[in-house]
């Protein structure tokens, strides 16, 4: 069975701080993994990952790959307040049309 | 472009009522899905279309039905309503082939007494 699993559930940091949430997986046929941030409403789009060790970059978030020990990581630096969300980690395979989702990490930057 | 918009927002239904969660997007992708998020859960796709005139099964789609209207549409039918379904249901869709991403509706709270 594909299974995609985060750590940790939840955390709690304060403005300023680095954190990395943390993604594995166990499908067959993977293609890719996606990151996704969920502020209340639905999920809102932050990478897609296709090859081992290319960091993707946007603004304070980083993320990568490791195709071979399947897992990714998702680096939020100087948090802020505004990061405080649900970050959701999912993945595509070679066949179909679906995603394997998460069950999310939440996070919380205290100010 | 509206993107993806779902009808309605929030919803009570008492249990063994009917009732329809409408979805459309005006992106001209050509694959839909309907998730489900509980608590703790993450999100569980319940039912998806690859492509107009077709339907599969996901992961929980015991109590649902779908139908994909048209290339727009699809919409996620609960026959008689059991309080396991209070959750909060998103639509999403995608272009097919080699984009992954999906983009999801604002989504609907149902609660079932």
């Known amino acids: 069975e594909d299974k995609v699993v985060q750590s940790p559930l939840s955390l709690v940091v304060h403005e300023g701080d680095t954190v990395t949430l943390n993604c594995s997986y166990e499908?067959?046929?993977?293609?890719?993994l996606l990151w996704y941030k969920q502020e209340k409403k639905a999920p809102t789009f932050l990478f897609m990952l296709?090859?081992?060790?290319i960091e993707k970059k946007s603004g304070r978030l980083s993320s990568i790959l490791d195709k071979k020990e399947l897992f990714s990581i998702l680096n939020i630096t100087a948090t802020q307040t505004g990061d405080s969300a649900v970050y959701l980690c999912?993945?595509?395979?070679?066949?179909?049309?679906?995603?394997?989702f998460g069950a999310g990490t939440i996070l919380r930057v205290k100010s | 472009n509206a993107g993806v918009t779902q009808t309605p927002k929030f919803q009570v239904l008492k249990t063994g009522q009917s009732m329809t969660l409408q979805c459309a997007q005006d992106m001209n992708h050509n694959s839909m899905y309907w998730y489900r998020q509980d608590p703790g859960m993450g999100l569980r796709l319940i039912y998806y279309s690859a492509s107009e005139g077709t339907t599969d099964k996901g992961e929980v789609p015991n109590g649902y039905n779908v139908s994909r209207l048209n290339k727009r549409e699809f919409s996620l039918r609960l026959e008689s309503a059991a309080p396991s379904q209070t959750s909060v249901y998103f639509c999403?869709?995608?272009?097919?082939?080699?984009?992954?991403?999906?983009?999801f509706g604002p989504g609907t709270r149902l609660l079932v007494l």
């Open positions: 999912a993945t595509s395979m070679e066949y179909g049309n679906k995603l394997v």
């Open positions: 296709t090859s081992s060790g």
């Open positions: 999403a869709s995608r272009v097919l082939a080699v984009q992954e991403t999906q983009y």
């Open positions: 499908v067959t046929n993977f293609r890719s």
